[in-house]
């Protein structure tokens, strides 16, 4: 009996979309930062961008450990999110969209009106 098993090109289509949607969320995320008044080469640099998107967020700077946490760091994620989306003006819908469906909502957040209004 013969296994059914893809070709090695066969992914390629998978990866391509993956890196696409990677370059989309950098780019998304460097707008944000620069909304914020933050530098965009922040959001590509590996914690330093956790320890910018909690400043932005409103919260201290040292509370990027929570991402760190095992199970913590979903609820502390959550968190960022709902203050994220208060900073910049926008509502429990948009917080909502950013949390299930981020790819969009960040691009939105990061390319649209949004004004970045600091922390309330």
Request: charged share 5%; net charge positive.
């Amino acid at each position: 009996m013969q296994d059914h098993v893809l070709p090695p090109f066969a992914i390629i289509p998978f990866v391509v979309l993956g890196i696409f949607l990677a370059v989309l969320y950098v780019i998304a995320w460097w707008k944000i930062f620069q909304k914020a008044g933050k530098p965009g080469w922040a959001s590509i640099i590996p914690f330093y961008n956790a320890w910018v998107t909690c400043q932005i967020a409103g919260m201290s700077g040292w509370a990027f450990i929570g991402f760190f946490i095992p199970y913590i760091n979903l609820v502390f994620g959550i968190i960022v999110t709902v203050l994220l989306a208060k900073n910049f003006g926008r509502g429990v819908g948009f917080m909502l969209g950013l949390i299930f469906l981020p790819f969009i909502f960040y691009l939105i957040l990061g390319f649209g009106e949004s004004k970045y209004i600091g922390p309330i």
